[in-house]
Every structure is written in C-alpha cells, then in structure tokens.
C-alpha cells in the first residue's frame, strides 16, 4: 500500500526526501493500511522544533465505534532534533516549503516521504507537459 502525492511532482521541484515516522491513534492505522488517505493538499510544518503535518486526510473507519479518529487533525512526525534543524534551515530560504511526496507501510508502521521543494513557475509547469507529450508521441 503506497499513497502517492502526484501533484507535488508536478507542482514543486524536489531538492531533498527525508523520511518520517507518524503519530497516528486508534483507529486511523487502520484506514491508512485500507488506503483511505490523501495527502495532496497536506504540507508539513515545524512548531517548537517539532514537525507536524497539516490537512492530511485520513477517513474515519467504518467498523469504529463512537471513539473514532478526527479526519484532517494535525499529526505528528517523527523525526531526529538533527533532521528538524536541517529542514529548518531549508524552509528559512526564499521559496522553500515542506510537502508530504508518499505515505507507505514499513514493518507495520506508517512512514512519511517528506521532499524539501520548491514551487515551479508557469513556464517551467508548460516545460513538462510539453517534454511528457513528447514521450506520449514517441510511444
């Protein structure tokens, strides 16, 4: 089971991933592993030298009981005091943000692709859809 963010490709280049481990209660591992996850609008932030990921959108489950999970709460990450300081130094740079690439298993536990990225501008964007019409045309 792998959740892609499609449009981070698209929209950003990506300088850096870093993976990253997330807090995740009750019955919201349970929906990750059925698939019930979007991650396309979500963005990673870091508060007090923790990191936290923001709008991920994890569906209640359906077989839960009336202590199910909120679906877009903010959600811890998991990650090294070294690791936090280097994407801080990344994102105090002009154009730099955070952005949630794929969400996976690993042994039975959640992980978080994280890509240090920056925004592409309109021409780059017209750049590839040209170059992958290209590649559509030579197929």
């Given amino acids: 089971m792998e959740i892609k963010n499609k449009k981070a490709y698209f929209n950003y280049f990506i300088e850096k991933e870093i993976e990253a481990g997330i807090v995740l209660v009750g ?7 059925k698939g019930a996850v979007n991650i396309t ?3 990673v932030r870091i508060k007090d030298m ?11 489950y359906d077989s839960a009981s009336i202590f199910n999970h909120e679906e877009t709460r903010e959600r811890k990450l ?12 990344y994102v105090k740079q002009d154009g730099y943000t955070l952005i ?8 039975g536990r959640a992980k978080l692709l994280i ?8 021409y780059d964007k017209r750049e590839a859809i040209k170059k992958r019409d290209e590649m559509r045309e030579r197929r």
């Avoid at 998991?78 to 130094?89: A, D």
């Avoid at 949630?100 to 042994?107: G, V």
């Avoid at 890509?115 to 309109?122: E, I, L, R, T």
């Fill in 41 to 43: 609008d979500s963005y």
């Fill in 50 to 60: 923790q990191a936290y990921i923001i709008n991920m959108y994890i569906e209640k």
């Fill in 78 to 89: 998991l990650l090294h005091k070294k690791e936090i300081k280097k994407l801080l130094e």
């Fill in 100 to 107: 949630p690439l794929k969400i996976y298993l690993k042994n």
């Fill in 27 to 33: 019955t919201e591992i349970k929906s990750v592993k």
């Fill in 115 to 122: 890509g240090v990225a920056k925004g592409k501008k309109n």
